[in-house]
């Protein structure tokens, strides 16, 4: 079937150690998103590419980026995880940004741990 | 992007009809409602969505009285697996669409 998957579902990294999230997608969407979930909260949108083009929120801080190669892949990167990062992290798509009838498709997100 | 409020959570029994109402007194007219569910440890997944009047489909309905001020959500015999947070999100059909999502909706489903 095709779907979103984020890879690994769990990762445990050092305090200020850079960590790599992944996520594919089999749908051929051109709009990738990253959300941040944090315990009991509902999901915040860091940041998403609309095909090349990378766009960031206003308040997602600066050591959060994110890379896509292809239309399939998305990367985000940590670039020096604190204690306040730890949250699932949520890959998802859409076609075209999402208009109505095209809603987002969500992975099952990496829950990131920091030690 | 309208605000939503929802209720923080419903209780309900296996079997019964739940109804989560959602208010979006700002709606504008390019807007309309989608509803997300969400189980622990998994990422939101798209139940409905609709712009006015009713929507149907195989997991839920969808109410929106003519003023469009709120929706209803509609689950049909709730069963165990049915507990999740429900989100009610109002998007604008035009352009790039952001979800914002609110607080949700805790549906805890007893036997």
């Known amino acids: 079937d095709a779907m979103v998957i984020q890879n690994p579902r769990y990762q445990v990294t050092q305090f200020g150690k850079p960590v790599t999230l992944s996520c594919s997608q089999t749908?051929?969407?051109?709009?990738m998103y990253w959300y941040q979930q944090k315990s009991s909260q509902a999901p915040k949108l860091l940041f998403h590419?609309?095909?090349?083009?990378?766009?960031n929120e206003a308040d997602t801080p600066d050591n959060f980026q994110s890379r896509r190669p292809n239309t399939s892949f998305c990367f985000l990167d940590i670039r020096s995880p604190g204690l306040g990062d730890a949250a699932m992290y949520l890959c998802?798509?859409?076609?075209?940004?999402?208009?109505?009838?095209?809603?987002?498709?969500f992975g099952d997100g990496t829950r990131l741990s920091i030690l | 992007l309208a605000k939503t409020t929802q209720p923080i959570s419903m209780d309900s029994y296996e079997g019964q009809e739940v109804n989560i109402t959602c208010s979006h007194n700002?709606?504008?007219?390019?807007?309309?409602i989608t509803w997300y569910q969400q189980f622990p440890s998994q990422g939101p997944r798209f139940i409905i969505q609709?712009?006015?009047t009713k929507v149907t489909n195989e997991v839920a309905s969808l109410f929106i009285p003519a003023d469009r001020k709120s929706s209803t959500l509609s689950l049909p015999r709730v069963s165990l697996s049915d507990t999740a947070v429900y989100y009610c999100?109002?998007?604008?059909?035009?352009?790039?669409?952001?979800?914002?999502f609110g607080t949700g909706t805790r549906l805890l489903v007893s036997p």
């Open positions: 749908l051929n969407h051109n709009v």
């Open positions: 590419y609309y095909d090349k083009d990378f766009n």
């Open positions: 999100l109002v998007s604008m059909n035009t352009g790039f669409q952001k979800l914002v």
């Open positions: 700002n709606i504008a007219t390019n807007d309309y």
């Open positions: 609709g712009y006015k």
């Open positions: 998802a798509t859409s076609r075209d940004g999402g208009r109505e009838g095209q809603p987002q498709h």
